[in-house]
């Protein structure tokens, strides 16, 4: 086959067609970090993750929650590594004790973090913009609106640190992280390690802070005059009378919406150019400010006297932004073009449970005993949702335990406290040390799937191995309860119906705190889709089609013509519970399914 293709020589650049999030790895990489860690969540998971499987000289590894991951890093960042920290915007609620006092020591070697925020909630609880994070902690904020800028953003990010011996944030968004480009790379930087003075006066006694205070001030000063003429921050002007000020993933639908007018493009937000942004408004009769998340630019204008500016009273605060939001905003268009828009009947998706799910068997024994559930951050959080309808509050990371102790003191006499494996290791802990020193009576139970299923199946300390896949230590879930005081713990196999009943039953009886561990593996781990064992099938013969089996509420049973149940082989997991409820045993796996 002819192609007109030329070969490629050291000069010309090398492209990769990336996910941002892996271009933020690559930058990582090519930057010479050494260090990184982080605690997965939804939009920065894969960070880590391209980090294990292409980049392991980074030393990537999971840490067991946020904090530890940035207090890791700021040990191996003051030690004289490159280091990178990654979470979601909820992450750093977990790790702003150790982000908040880091800058009045600075860095040594370079420090960036990822704070992935979500608008729109696609995979939270909440929408935060963290970039006021940033202000408070009074650290740079760098803001990419692309794939290669989240690959060059991370390469500058570890210069600026080490430029200003500052902690640096690079905020991205969920559209921005989960986004394709075509990313040119280039070959890795050896970066040798800075050497480490210990210094009482920086890095510890408190009381000397008070020296470091007016330090922070004068860095930011140095960062706010840095801001004025920094690459990151792009000004594209037009003789249309329209400008627009606007950052990170919003950009592009700017571009897409307006392009003809002018255009500031922030690539640095925190802190802000007060020259530039007075210079691009003077120069245009109407400026749109276009960012996702709170006015956070926009209020920063406002206290500089600059008001020829529209910003959130036309384009709203909540949820994410898009070209058709802006469009309708600016009364350019509907915001989906009219064949899209008819009414169609679209058939529900509810979310549900895996096919196999293990934690059926737990929520279906919870809702027939009719306790008060206090639920956690996980796959687990679906039990609120029907048909179990057997969860009643989820509110963050490790919050069901000490909501079921609160909810005791206020007078619900059966409560049961319920969060996953990886949950239990990241926040659970010291809620159930203190839910056991003070006397409480509560039932937790802990979903061990071996896995951290909600965001991708990620390993953690109870599983055995590390990021790299490496085997490791594996943490013991009892010795862990009975450490804290627990005396009444049982573990059950979480497909076993009846004994998950039974012991949940006995545990809410039990007078004092109890621990049952459902523990069985999460079927959508590569190990347990190679096992080999046959999926099950209905022997219509024998089905009396009571209807027992579609009780279990899994996805891979379906419903003939004839009202039989039929369980989909391509889908089943061979995990048994429908044939347990099966009164007439017509459910059995489908090599042995030979009617006599």
Not at 198 to 211: C, E, G, H, Q, T
Not at 265 to 288: A, I, K, S
Not at 400 to 409: F, M, N, Q
Request: aromatic letters at 8%; glycine letters at 8%.
């Amino acid at each position: 086959m002819e192609t007109n293709a030329k070969p490629k020589t050291e000069t010309q650049p090398v492209r990769e067609l990336l996910l941002a999030n892996q271009a933020i790895a690559r930058g990582a990489w090519e930057a010479g970090v050494t260090f990184a860690a982080g605690y997965p969540g939804t939009p920065s998971t894969e960070i880590i993750e391209t980090l294990a499987k292409r980049y392991p000289e980074t030393n990537p590894r999971w840490s067991t929650n946020e904090k530890v991951a940035f207090e890791e890093g700021m040990g191996a960042a003051i030690g004289g590594l490159r280091v990178l920290v990654t979470m979601k915007h909820v992450g750093l609620n977990v790790a702003a004790d150790a982000f908040m006092v880091f800058p009045y020591s600075g860095t040594n070697g370079g420090f960036v973090f990822i704070s992935a925020d979500d608008p729109g909630m696609h995979s939270s609880q909440n929408e935060q913009d963290n970039r006021y994070y940033g202000r408070m902690g009074k650290v740079p904020i760098l803001e990419p609106s692309d794939a290669q800028e989240c690959r060059d953003f991370v390469i500058a990010a570890f210069d600026l640190s080490e430029q200003f011996s500052t902690p640096v944030m690079l905020r991205t968004t969920t559209r921005l992280a989960h986004h394709k480009g075509l990313v040119d790379v280039g070959p890795r930087r050896e970066v040798s390690q800075r050497e480490f003075v210990a210094d009482a006066k920086r890095f510890s006694v408190p009381i000397y802070r008070k020296l470091h205070r007016p330090k922070v001030e004068e860095r930011l000063e140095a960062l706010r005059a840095y801001a004025e003429t920094c690459s990151f921050n792009r000004v594209e002007h037009s003789d249309n009378a329209v400008g627009v000020i606007t950052s990170g993933i919003s950009y592009q639908y700017v571009k897409e919406v307006l392009p003809d007018a002018g255009v500031l493009r922030l690539g640095m937000t925190y802190p802000l150019p007060p020259e530039m942004l007075r210079d691009f408004c003077g120069r245009y009769q109407t400026v749109y400010v276009v960012e996702e998340g709170e006015s956070f630019i926009e209020e920063y204008m406002l206290s500089l006297g600059i008001n020829n500016i529209q910003g959130k009273a036309l384009f709203g605060v909540i949820g994410e932004y898009s070209p058709g939001r802006l469009r309708q905003a600016l009364n350019l268009g509907a915001a989906v073009p009219q064949p899209f828009t008819e009414d169609i009947m679209l058939l529900p998706r509810p979310p549900m449970f895996c096919v196999g799910c293990g934690h059926r068997t737990v929520f279906s024994a919870l809702r027939q005993l009719k306790v008060t559930v206090a639920g956690d951050i996980g796959c687990y959080t679906m039990g609120a949702l029907p048909p179990f309808e057997a969860e009643h509050t989820t509110f963050c990371m490790g919050a069901s335990i000490g909501t079921a102790v609160g909810l005791e003191r206020a007078g619900h006499d059966k409560v049961v406290a319920i969060i996953g494996d990886s949950t239990f290791i990241h926040a659970g802990i010291p809620p159930l040390i203190d839910a056991v020193y003070n006397g409480s009576k509560l039932t937790l139970v802990i979903l061990d799937n071996s896995t951290t299923g909600m965001t991708g199946d990620q390993p953690h300390a109870a599983t055995g191995y590390n990021a790299l896949g490496q085997e490791t230590h594996k943490l013991n879930l009892v010795a862990m309860c009975k450490a804290t005081g627990v005396e009444n713990i049982t573990v059950v196999d979480t497909w076993q119906r009846k004994e998950v009943a039974r012991a949940l039953r006995k545990a809410v009886k039990y007078n004092g705190p109890s621990v049952v561990i459902a523990q069985g593996p999460c079927m959508q781990l590569p190990e347990m889709k190679r096992r080999g064992i046959p999926p099950y099938t209905v022997i219509e013969e024998l089905c009396t089609q009571c209807d027992a089996c579609f009780k279990v509420w899994c996805p891979a049973i379906k419903r003939t013509a004839a009202n039989f149940p039929l369980i989909a082989g391509d889908e089943c997991t061979s995990c048994t519970v429908c044939a347990q409820v099966c009164p007439t045993e017509a459910i059995v796996l489908a090599e042995t399914a030979v009617v006599a």
